[in-house]
């Protein structure tokens, strides 16, 4: 699927909004000194396109009963959620600084009896999709409209309780259910391969669509970096036809940081200055070295 | 001695019970995880086949979809065995509902020995031990049919997770139609004066046929039914302990962890007192018939008692 490149307001300002989560998600790493980096990146557009187009939430009344529900399987992905929140105004940015830390609302791993507008605590990798199809189901019993949004991670899908879900949720016919996986064919070490770096995960091209199609769903196979695509794809998901509908978006972990992209290694680890610089340079912010003022000093607000 | 009468088989209860809410309550669900001519969620089903959901053999997925169902409004009560209830998702149990207190009711059946002849796969010990040590789930065995009856409904109007072991076949009526379950509360349903037996689930009727076997015998037993280990009634223990100054545990399962441990660590704290635990002695188990089994690991009336006789020579 290739999108036009032709100049679309509200594609533009889902861009920038994703470009705005990564430029979060660095400086909350950067000033927790720990967290998830290369999964929340290749998730920016995603998270985007759901905060800022897909979701029909309220960020002013979190619990509004029919709001659509989005679940983090990938919980490790957490700070890329919470600066998709804190953009479209769940809560502040500055609170994104306080991300990791003791007794923070916005913990490593996402936990929804601490954070308003979290549908489900996740972290336990595998989990996510089970308690997506149980809120689908849960809409259908008790006749609201409400759709279920989960995100999984294409390292996760190798576990079990995925293909659990998979199997039951077709029996159901519950096309109000879709599941977007990141595509990123990294995970946190992974086997031996043609990465950057020397290490990927498993799957052979076209692995995953034919499993997901093999268990009866209805399979979107997009470029997952690319806005319009994404939008078409929700689009297409929304129009049920009767199974629920899965989303394989293409990744490149660690996008949008050079020197991140497609390597293992920055799955999870602690930036240096100049890292943080170039890393901030990459995303079309001010350099933090040049421009003194737009520096944040990490035990100032912590 | 007094023969009690027998009462039905608490998975008929569930199925039964369970529907009858469903006539008043439209939030209640049962999912189930393949087994549901065994747990009796059949019953249910032929009652709501639009709110049975059948989830397949896959219970780690089972127990998170009733997690989702929950937040939805819901009230999933789980149909399966208690071996494939507490460990197999004990993962998605821990994350998904302990922990965010999930309004899911974890009710399954076939617990303790007492299985249908079905050896150690089927057969799980340590389920108290593992229930009680997750934040916020309250923990509840009845005694029989009359209090499974009480329990299921009580956990249905009740918000939170809860844990309720139910047997597979039909054990000693303990409690009458007037009997009033609560949470949180231990009730003594024998008066004496030489030595506290403290027994849950429908482990009690046994521990009651052992009281009349000492009787005959000069020993006056005081029991003491818990059917809520979690949350645990200290003030009702500690004052079962000074009635005789002598406690013993009894339960159908092992005394590590469980009714046991939940017993001594209380007498440990508020009232210093020698506990002895009568259950599986950190052993394997087998198959075998409830009758046989319950003889072997020392929980039949009989064994109970002798095994009373035993400590109490012991001095
Ligand atoms: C059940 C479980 N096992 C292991 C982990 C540790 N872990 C956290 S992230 C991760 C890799 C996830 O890879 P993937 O799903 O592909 O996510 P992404 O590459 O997008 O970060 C692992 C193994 C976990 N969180 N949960």
Known sequence: MSASVAADPHLDHLREMAR??????????????????????????????????????????????????????????????????????????????????????????????????????????????????????????????????????????????????????????????????????????????????????????????????????????????????????????????????????????????????????????????????????????????????????????? | MTTMTMGRPQREVFGETVAALANDDPRVVVVDGDVGSSTRADIFEKAHPDRYLQMGIAEQNMLGVAAGLATMGLVPFISTFVAFAVVRPLDQVRVLIAQPSANVKITPSYGGLSTGQTGMSHIIVDDIAIMRSLPNMAVVLPADDTEADEVLRWAAAHVGPVYVRLGRDATPRVFGPDHAFRLGRAEVVREGSDVTLISTGGQTARTLEAAELLAAQGISAHVLHVATVKPLDIDAIVAAAGRTGRVITVEEGTVIGGLGGAVAEALGEHRPTRVHRIGLQDVDVQSGPNDALLDIYGLSGARVAEQVRRILAQG
């Open chain 1, 20 to 302: 705005r989560i990564r430029v979060e998600v660095i400086r909350s790493v950067y000033h927790a000194k720990a967290g998830h980096l290369g999964g929340p990146l290749s998730a920016a557009d995603l998270l985007a396109a759901l905060y800022f187009h897909e979701l029909r939430v309220r960020p002013e009344e979190p619990r509004w009963e029919d709001r659509d529900r989005f679940i983090l399987s990938k919980g490790h992905s957490s700070i890329g959620l919470y600066a998709a929140m804190a953009l479209r105004g769940f809560f502040t940015l500055e609170e994104l600084l306080t991300f990791d830390g003791a007794n923070s609302r916005l913990q490593g791993h996402p936990d929804m009896t601490r954070l308003p507008g979290l549908d489900m605590s996740t972290g336990s990798l595998g989990m996510g999709i089970s308690a997506g199809m149980g809120m689908a189901l849960g809409a259908r019993l008790t006749g609201r409209d409400v759709r279920v949004f989960v995100m999984l991670g294409d390292g996760e899908c190798q576990e079990g309780e995925v293909w659990e879900a998979a199997m039951a949720a077709p029996r159901y016919r519950l096309d109000n259910l879709v599941v977007i996986v990141d595509h990123n064919r990294l995970q946190q070490y992974g086997w031996p391969g043609d990465g950057p770096d020397g290490r990927m995960a498993p799957q052979a091209p076209g692995e995953l669509v034919a499993k997901w199609h093999a268990f009866g769903w209805r399979v979107l196979h997009i470029d997952g970096h690319d806005m319009a695509s994404i939008l078409d794809a929700f689009e297409q998901a929304a129009a049920g036809d009767g199974r629920p509908a899965v989303i394989i978006a293409d990744t490149v972990k660690g996008k949008g940081v050079s020197f991140m992209e497609g390597r293992y290694f920055w799955h999870t680890r602690a930036i240096k200055p100049e890292e943080y610089a170039q890393a901030m340079r990459d995303l079309g912010e001010p350099d933090p070295a040049a421009d003194p003022q737009a520096a944040v000093a990490p035990e100032a607000v912590r």
